[in-house]
Antibody, heavy 115, light 107 residues
Framework: EVQLQESGPGLVKPSQSLSLTCSVT????????WGWIRKFPGNKMEWIGH???????SYNPSLKSRISITRDTSKNQFFLQLNSVTTEDTATYYC?????????WGQGVMVTVSS | DIVLTQSPATLSVTPGESVSLSCRAS??????IHWYQQKSNESPRLLIK???QSISGIPSRFSGSGSGTDFTLSINRVESEDFSVYYC?????????FGGGTKLELK
């Protein structure tokens, strides 16, 4: 069974970087696409970006200057780095397997940006 | 970006009723729409893909329809476990976008 699990700090200070890890079991990240999605307080959801089976990436233009998605195929993990965070980046962050739709999701990690 | 507008924002129903949730796209997207259910403190769950394709393990009371700009998620005879928030998502063009959600609540 495909399982994903996010990990990372729950509290980040403004202007610092947010770094999250998604650990995948039951499926190789060298197949398909692997995405990051966030849900803001109030229910709005936003696609952040994805990394492909080959390591190529696509990002939401609204975040493009601040984000980086990378991977470690030896550990079957992929990563999100979001730079220069503000309070508006406070959200629950999910990783998911992306096949145009998102069929497997992690449990999510709540990240608060606050001093 | 393609904007998805879901309506209504909240739908109050009694168990046993049948309901339809709407998702309208700002431009034609063929059938590139997917539906999710999210219960409190859980991750979203894929219900329907490509407007009407069923997903293994999802109860048959959930169905989808539509193409172009107007899409519908139907729930035949709502059960108590169905009270949650429902989202649509488009995969017609990047960036993928989500609708604002419809909350299905107990009347």
């Amino acid at each position: 069974e495909v399982q994903l699990q996010e990990s990372g700090p729950g509290l980040v200070k403004p202007s610092q970087s947010l770094s999250l890890t998604c650990s995948v079991t039951g499926y190789s990240i060298t197949s398909n696409y692997w995405g990051w999605i966030r849900k803001f307080p109030g229910n709005k959801m936003e696609w952040i970006g994805h990394i492909s089976y080959s390591g190529s990436t696509s990002y939401n233009p609204s975040l493009k200057s601040r984000i980086s998605i990378t991977r470690d195929t030896s550990k079957n993990q992929f990563f999100l780095q979001l730079n220069s965070v503000t309070t508006e980046d406070t959200a629950t962050y999910y990783c998911a397997r992306e096949l145009m739709s998102f069929d497997y999701w992690g449990q999510g990690v709540m990240v608060t940006v606050s001093s | 970006d393609i904007v998805l507008t879901q309506s209504p924002a909240t739908l109050s129903v009694t168990p046993g009723e049948s309901v339809s949730l709407s998702c309208r796209a700002s431009q034609g997207i063929s059938t590139s729409i997917h539906w999710y259910q999210q219960k409190s403190n859980e991750s979203p769950r894929l219900l329907i893909k490509y407007a009407s394709q069923s997903i293994s393990g999802i109860p048959s009371r959930f169905s989808g329809s539509g193409s172009g700009t107007d899409f519908t998620l139907s729930i035949n005879r709502v059960e108590s476990e169905d009270f949650s928030v429902y989202y649509c998502q488009q995969s017609y063009s990047l960036p993928w976008t989500f609708g604002g959600g419809t909350k299905l609540e107990l009347k």
